[in-house]
T-cell receptor
Framework: GAVVSQHPSRVICKSGTSVKIECRSLDFQATTMFWYRQFPKQSLMLMATSNEGSKATYEQGVEKDKFLINHASLTLSTLTVTSAHPEDSSFYIC????????????FGPGTRLTVT | SQQGEEDPQALSIQEGENATMNCSYKTSINNLQWYRQNSGRGLVHLILIRSNEREKHSGRLRVTLDTSKKSSSLLITASRAADTASYFCATRGDDKIIFGKGTRLHILP
């Protein structure tokens, strides 16, 4: 089956620094990738959608200058949280669509970000 | 933006009992999916029901979909301790999957 990985699984960074999270489709080419954020005991909120080679489309209320998304290849998308603050601490989950089942969407295991 | 609303938000039942969770949504959908998430972990896909289907079964899971009422239900029969988790419905409309608020299910021994 289609596998999506995320790296790192956990990261702790200091306030004011930037942190990058990688999302990879391991056995298929992902034409579209999605980034979600989940605060404790809440649901997943879609942050942005990115198509390979194009600029990401951000959901309303998501700061595109703060959450930089790069989908430079068909197997890799990155989310960079710039100038992180404690309120950015959250669980970030990526999802990918493509391959032989282009309508299916596969989710990564998530990255726990803690900003101190 | 969030589309689905789960009901109840939290549910505690005795092991062996059946658990029913409901989900309502607002716009037209192509399909509706249910996911499970253990605390602090990733999502586990449970079942997908298409907009032209009314009921679907998978093991101890039974999902119904009523597109006229824009609602779905997830029934877990003969619950087990391992079923303790959060359950989310997710709807796919145009081009993206939107999640509901979720139900936190706790199975009591």
């Amino acid at each position: 089956g289609a596998v999506v990985s995320q790296h790192p699984s956990r990261v702790i960074c200091k306030s004011g620094t930037s942190v990058k999270i990688e999302c990879r489709s391991l056995d298929f080419q992902a034409t579209t990738m999605f980034w979600y954020r989940q605060f404790p005991k809440q649901s997943l909120m879609l942050m942005a959608t990115s198509n390979e080679g194009s600029k990401a489309t951000y959901e309303q209320g998501v700061e595109k200058d703060k959450f930089l998304i790069n989908h430079a290849s068909l197997t890799l998308s990155t989310l960079t949280v710039t100038s992180a603050h404690p309120e950015d601490s959250s669980f970030y989950i990526c999802s990918a669509r493509g391959g032989t089942s282009p309508s299916e969407q596969y989710f990564g295991p998530g990255t726990r970000l803690t900003v101190t | 933006s969030q589309q689905g609303e789960e009901d109840p938000q939290a549910l505690s039942i005795q092991e062996g009992e059946n658990a029913t969770m409901n989900c309502s949504y607002k716009t037209s959908i192509n399909n509706l999916q249910w996911y499970r998430q253990n605390s602090g972990r990733g999502l586990v896909h449970l079942i997908l029901i298409r907009s032209n289907e009314r009921e679907k079964h998978s093991g101890r899971l039974r999902v119904t979909l009523d597109t006229s009422k824009k609602s779905s239900s997830l029934l877990i029969t003969a619950s087990r301790a391992a079923d303790t988790a959060s359950y989310f419905c997710a709807t796919r409309g145009d081009d993206k999957i939107i999640f509901g608020k979720g139900t936190r299910l706790h199975i009591l021994p």
